[in-house]
């Protein structure tokens, strides 16, 4: 999957907004309901959108994603 910057469209979810548990693709663990994180929508593939800690988005370029 291209996650580099022009080839996707991100969202910030704000913590009330994060009701369901996701599966951070950049470290593999849960993102917790209520914690507030990105939606990374790929501009080619929407269905293949994935939620990504805030913190493990802005630094999947040094740590290449788990899944
Ligand atoms: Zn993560």
């Not at 291209?2 to 369901?20: G, L, N």
């Not at 507030?36 to 370029?61: E, I, T």
Request: hydrophobic share 35%; with cysteine.
């Amino acid at each position: 999957m291209d996650w580099s910057e022009d080839s996707v469209e991100t969202r910030f979810v704000q913590p009330y907004e994060a009701v369901k548990l996701y599966v951070c693709p950049g470290c593999g663990r849960d993102i917790a309901r209520g914690v507030g994180h990105v939606v990374a929508v790929p501009r080619l593939a929407p269905d293949l959108r994935r939620h990504w800690h805030k913190g493990c988005w802005n630094n999947r370029g040094n740590r290449p994603p788990v899944n």
